[in-house]
């Protein structure tokens, strides 16, 4: 038996992996021990600080709820999210789609169904506006009957889930486009909010001096038969951290000024965003491009 050193122990944990019948597991285990292997030599790791990190992570697991995804949220504000995002979209994207952006931890599926024009505030109250325009195909063809699901902050920037019991759903609606693709909701302006900053994340955050907020933005997933799930979110422009969000989410194309009289506008008096969205064919070996999940899935899977 050859005596380990602080080399080859890499090797020897990778050798006992090589079993491992499901090649991408392996692939995936055996990078993840040399580069794990490879930063604690780096840093130099002691046992306190392993032992603190141990610690750290154990408070964020237990911080996980069907409704909070501590997890989730340490990526993100590692910007691991966004670049998982980032090489999806490098991937797979085709043409000119609209690009993505995080799905966050607030989405929630089965979000209720509204009609054209119609408001997602069902309780929340605030100064309204209205996001409008069209889903579009490669070649800028409507496509009719897409899902456009929605989610976003109320005008203090907080989602229904952070104000509300879990069981009533606010500020969130599917809609279906008609048959050019139109899609029209109102909505309030939403406000830019700070990260849940009462957990081990947020204590993260804080020790790194980072201020903990992200842009006032609206969540957009769009589906529709035959194409690529796009999941992605418009920012407001004029909000103070648009340069700065604490999880990487924002790109110029999604940056919109929300303006009253606009032309085409379902409603001119309102401050209004004509915004269409792209999607691409879907693929044959195409996956969810979904960098995270309904929280209350997460567990069960
Ligand atoms: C959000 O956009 O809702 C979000 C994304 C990442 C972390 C926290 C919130
Ligand atoms: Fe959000």
Redesign the pocket.
């Known amino acids: 038996m050859a005596d380990l050193d602080q080399n080859t122990v890499t090797e020897a944990v990778i050798a006992q992996m090589a079993d491992t019948p499901d090649p991408r597991l392996r692939e995936v285990m055996a990078s993840l021990v040399r580069h794990l292997h490879g930063f604690a030599r780096e840093v130099k790791l002691t046992p306190a600080e392993w032992l603190a990190a141990i610690g750290f992570l154990t408070r964020v697991g237990q911080t996980c709820t069907p409704i909070r995804q501590e997890f989730i949220?340490l990526s993100?504000t590692l910007g691991l999210s966004r670049l998982v995002n980032l090489m999806d979209d490098k991937a797979n994207r085709v043409g000119e789609a609209t690009e993505t952006s995080?799905l966050?931890?607030?989405y929630r599926e089965a979000a209720p169904q509204f009609g054209y024009g119609e408001s997602i505030a069902t309780r929340a109250k605030g100064p309204e506006m209205m996001l409008f325009g069209r889903v579009v195909n490669e070649a800028g063809e409507g496509v009719p009957h897409a899902t456009v699901e929605i989610w976003q902050t109320d005008a203090d920037g907080a989602y229904d889930l952070q104000v509300n019991n879990p069981e009533v759903m606010d500020m969130r609606g599917q809609f279906r486009t008609d048959a050019e693709g139109r899609y029209a909701i109102r909505t309030l302006i939403p406000l830019g909010y700070s990260?849940p900053m009462d957990g081990p994340v947020g204590a993260m955050v804080r020790a790194q001096n980072r201020h903990g907020f992200?842009p006032a933005?609206i969540?957009v997933l769009i589906g529709a038969e035959g194409y690529r799930e796009l999941v992605t979110a418009l920012y407001l422009g004029d909000d103070d951290h648009i340069d700065s969000d604490t999880?990487f989410?924002v790109s110029e194309s999604l940056v919109v000024h929300p303006r009253a009289g606009l032309e085409g506008a379902p409603d001119p008096a309102l401050p209004s965003v004509r915004y269409d969205f792209r999607i691409a064919r879907k693929a044959a070996h195409d996956t969810s491009g979904r960098v995270g999940a309904d929280p209350s899935k997460i567990a069960a899977e």
Do not use: C
Request: proline residues 8%; glycine residues 16%; aromatic residues 8%.
């Open positions: 949220l993100d995080l966050g931890p607030f990260i992200r933005h969540h999880v989410g």
